[in-house]
């Protein structure tokens, strides 16, 4: 599968971005989806997850403000950011994965390019 993510964008704290990750493939509701975010120097931080049959699991940093949701029709799944903060500033990917667990960034062996969120004070 491959991925495609969209959405990111500078704004400043409190307001509010959607990120888009288009899939390609026919077996896209297969898989489970998730986003991780990096900031350059430190690792790679699992965000959020929508397993296969729409069930989701957040980082604490982000419950409450994201949301994340599929729509396997269009192939796409969707991650709204709310109330954001500028900790939240980091390149977002989206990830996909067919394995039992999806909460790591190990567990995803599909990568999308990333797409650069920058939340200003």
């Known amino acids: 599968v491959q991925l495609q993510a969209s959405g990111g964008g500078l704004v400043h704290t409190g307001e509010s971005l959607r990120l888009s990750c288009a899939a390609s493939?026919?077996?896209?509701?297969?898989?489970?989806v998730g986003w991780s975010r990096q900031v350059l120097g430190k690792e790679r931080e699992f965000v959020v997850a929508?397993?296969?049959?729409?069930?989701?699991r957040y980082a604490d940093s982000v419950k409450g403000r994201f949301t994340i949701s599929r729509d396997n029709a269009k192939n796409t799944v969707y991650l709204q950011m709310n109330s954001l903060k500028p900790e939240d500033t980091a390149v977002y990917y989206c990830?996909?994965?067919?394995?039992?667990?999806?909460?790591?960034?190990?567990?995803?062996?599909?990568w999308g390019q990333g797409t650069l969120v920058t939340v200003s004070s």
């Open positions: 990830a996909a994965t067919s394995s039992v667990l999806y909460y790591r960034p190990t567990d995803y062996g599909y």
């Open positions: 493939g026919r077996t896209f509701r297969n898989y489970h």
């Open positions: 929508i397993n296969r049959s729409g069930g989701t």
